[in-house]
């Protein structure tokens, strides 16, 4: 008959180390984790926010899309031939901020208009295809701008913003 030597048997010695062992490591890794935490972007940082992509295909004629880009919404409309027309015929020097439909539009794509959706008076978020000249009014204070985003009636001293943007295809546009 064979017995087992104590050395083939855990010992109370043998159980305190590994539990020592594992205590270290979950100290270790919780002293670790402010380290690496402290390594990823701040808020501002994400808040700037990076350049996004928006599909336009979905999009028809006479409809918009709003797109939140660094925290700001973003009208991109798909303009009527009409809208365009009415855009272009109004006398630029008539104009409180004036600035020529051609101006806010990328050439070759003239149907799209993109701006940021805050009114230029006091902040507030206008809506889309109301007001006197299909373009959008601010219920706030009653700003109302033209299908090209221009301020037309009302207490707002400047346009709708166009925010920098670009077309990567003929049916995909960067904002940013």
């Not at 027309?85 to 799209?112: F, I, T």
């Not at 009302?154 to 990567?168: D, E, I, K, T, W």
Request: proline fraction near 8%; include cysteine.
């Amino acid at each position: 008959m064979t017995t087992a030597s104590s050395a083939d048997q855990p010992t109370r010695r043998d159980f305190l180390f590994v539990a020592t062992g594992a205590a270290a490591g979950v100290g270790t890794l919780a002293t670790l984790w402010p380290f690496v935490s402290q390594m990823n972007p701040d808020a501002a940082t994400i808040a700037a926010g990076a350049p996004i992509e928006v599909d336009l295909s979905p999009v028809a004629v006479g409809q918009d899309i709003k797109v939140f880009w660094r925290g700001k919404p973003i009208y991109i409309m798909n303009r009527t031939k009409k809208q365009i027309e009415e855009a272009r015929s109004v006398a630029v020097d008539s104009l409180r901020d004036p600035q020529s439909d051609q101006a806010r539009v990328k050439e070759g794509h003239d149907n799209w208009l993109v701006v940021i959706g805050i009114c230029t008076h006091l902040g507030c978020i206008p809506i889309a295809h109301e007001g006197n000249y299909d373009g959008f009014f601010c219920p706030c204070h009653g700003s109302q701008y033209d299908s090209s985003g221009r301020i037309r009636q009302g207490p707002a001293p400047l346009n709708l913003p166009v925010p920098p943007y670009q077309f990567v295809s003929d049916s995909k546009i960067q904002i940013g």
